[in-house]
């Protein structure tokens, strides 16, 4: 599966963006999706996870509340919207893919998109 993510962009601090995952794979539901950043400097780190049905999801504590992870299966594409977006988000995003397998590790995703830059300014 090929991962394109898109709706990057520069917004100020409390403004909304939504990113899309779209998969060029039909099977897509037989993944499970991660959404990860990675700041300049910095280690990249998890964000928000959501199982193949999209019944189960998981958030890192510095978004929880603030990020809601969602998927659309009959359309291969997964959604990461950010709500009151903060300086410290500012990072590439990166969506994941991983086969059958729901978790917040990095190291099971096979699967990685290229990157959409987010620059939150304050």
């Known amino acids: 599966v090929q991962l394109v993510e898109s709706g990057g962009g520069l917004v100020q601090a409390g403004d909304s963006l939504r990113l899309s995952c779209t998969a060029s794979?039909?099977?897509?539901?037989?993944?499970?999706v991660g959404w990860f950043r990675q700041a300049p400097g910095k280690e990249r780190e998890f964000v928000a996870a959501i199982s193949r049905t999209g019944d189960t999801t998981a958030y890192a504590d510095s978004v929880k509340g603030r990020f809601t992870i969602s998927r659309d299966n009959a359309k291969n594409t997964g959604y990461l919207q950010m709500n009151s977006l903060k300086p410290e988000d500012t990072a590439v995003y990166y969506c994941?893919?991983?086969?059958?397998?729901?978790?917040?590790?990095?190291?099971?995703?096979?699967?990685w998109g290229q990157g959409t830059q987010v620059t939150v300014s304050s």
């Open positions: 794979e039909l099977s897509f539901s037989r993944y499970a």
């Open positions: 994941a893919a991983s086969v059958w397998v729901f978790t917040t590790s990095g190291s099971e995703y096979g699967r």
